[in-house]
């Protein structure tokens, strides 16, 4: 879709979790619609000697590596119309780099592109290095929202306290806080066809770009099943959080845009619970002497699921923790012989998922907050028709699923009307 000659081209980049996301929109009289988009999955999940087994970092390389693969798959004359770039990515994980000297310009297939140079890994927000006990040891944020780890903050004094350093927190670090929607720079040159000094706006967190991209009415719900997982209401106008965390609450009251706040049951357990059963059930076929891709397994998996409508089993599949118990991890209970086959465990796991979040964030509250319909996104959810009859079946309010529901839409969406 090529927009009018007064059409207005806005770039959104999604740097998420294992993929990134590129998405066009052009902005006309009668709104804003998604041009051209591309998706590419960044493979960069690396191991840390130095952080052990509860590590979890990813090359920055191929991060930025699949951005180029990217941008360079987009039409060159959508590119040289942009304006302005919005930028979003997955939060709380943290990177670090050389002053003057994180990233060198190169010559690609598209003219000069950026890559990494004196970069760290990026230590991710699934990172488990901090101990309940070491989080303990921390000051208090001054914050409404608890300190977690693989949160960038303890991340660094993680660091801190492996290398014995006995200074204070480097402050310095810490990036400007900002207006969502300003201007936090200009491109310095010509990159994929996007115009020497276009403006970027500050950086945005991938969940509220989420919302953002398709909440339209106080009274949605918006269910976000990819990688990890989230339910969020919109909280009333003026609402104020409390001044301290409570580590123990299972909501976080997410800043969002024009002051608002969302509550939201962020779960740590999503699509990656899936992806972790289906490994398992990979390296199982391996070990009895057969190959099967993973990618087979699913289907096969889903559909045995279909064809179990119902199914006593409960799993409760948080195994990786929830950040307000971590120390509280998967279980398997009304075990029956009868209901052990893929098709009863894999709707039960699916079920699971989705009586984790609303233990977080219960539907009757929902109910009590004036929620009339549920917004469902994510690529777990999208992909997986047994995840999507569990939502229909758990939630007494009709499920909407969004096609153009995503962080780098709404990253550009963002830039549209801000700007």
């Given amino acids: 879709m090529e927009g009018g000659p007064d059409s207005v081209c806005v770039l959104g980049i999604d740097l998420g979790t294992t993929s990134v996301k590129a998405a066009l929109v052009v902005g006309t009289e009668r709104g804003q619609v998604v041009a051209e988009s591309c998706s590419r999955e960044t493979q960069a999940y690396t191991s840390s000697v130095e952080a052990g087994l509860q590590g979890m970092e990813q090359d920055s390389q191929r991060i ?29 994980g943290i ?34 290095r901090c101990s309940p006990a070491f989080l303990s040891s921390l000051p208090l944020p001054q914050s409404h929202i608890s300190l977690a780890t693989g949160f960038g903050c303890a991340t660094i004094y993680w660091y801190l306290k492996k290398r014995l350093k006995k200074s204070g927190f480097p402050v310095h670090l810490l990036p400007e806080v900002g207006d969502p929607g300003s201007i936090a720079g200009r491109t310095i040159c010509a990159w994929h066809g996007i115009p020497k000094g ?7 967190g991938d969940f509220q770009c989420s919302v953002y991209s398709c909440l339209t009415e106080r009274t949605d719900a918006v269910l976000n099943i990819s990688t990890s997982a989230q339910l969020t209401i919109s909280m009333p106008l003026g609402f104020q959080p409390p001044e301290t965390p409570d580590p123990s609450s299972a909501v976080t009251y997410f800043p969002y845009f024009d002051g608002d706040y969302l509550a939201v049951a962020a779960s740590l357990n999503g699509g990656n619970v899936l992806a972790t059963f289906v490994n398992m059930v990979a390296r199982w076929t391996e070990e009895l002497g ?17 064809d179990q409508n119902d199914s006593h089993l409960s799993v409760h599949p948080t195994i990786f923790g929830e950040r307000h118990i971590p120390e509280q991890l998967a279980s398997v209970t009304s075990i029956a012989a009868s209901e052990l086959s893929l098709g009863h465990v894999t709707r039960a796991v699916c079920r699971g ?5 609303c233990s977080m964030l219960p539907v009757q509250r929902l109910m009590e907050t004036g929620v009339k319909r549920v917004l469902g996104s994510g690529s777990a959810l999208a992909k997986n028709e047994v995840l999507r009859q569990e939502v229909e079946r758990i939630f007494p309010f009709p499920v909407v699923y969004g096609k153009d529901v995503d962080a780098a839409v709404g990253a550009a969406m963002v830039m549209f009307q801000r700007k």
């Fill in 353 to 357: 998922l989705i009586e984790n979040l």
């Fill in 64 to 92: 930025i590596r699949a951005l180029n693969e990217c941008l360079a798959a987009l039409p060159q004359q959508q590119l040289q119309r942009v304006s302005h770039i919005g930028i979003t990515g997955q939060m709380h």
């Fill in 198 to 204: 276009t403006k970027v706006g500050i950086a945005l």
């Fill in 290 to 306: 057969f190959q099967i891709q993973e990618s087979a397994i699913y289907a096969k998996i889903i559909k045995a699921a279909l």
């Fill in 95 to 128: 990177v670090f780099w050389k002053r003057d000297q994180g990233c060198k310009w190169t010559e690609g297939g598209t003219g000069p592109i950026f890559e990494p140079e004196e970069v760290s890994h990026l230590v991710t927000w699934q990172d488990g």
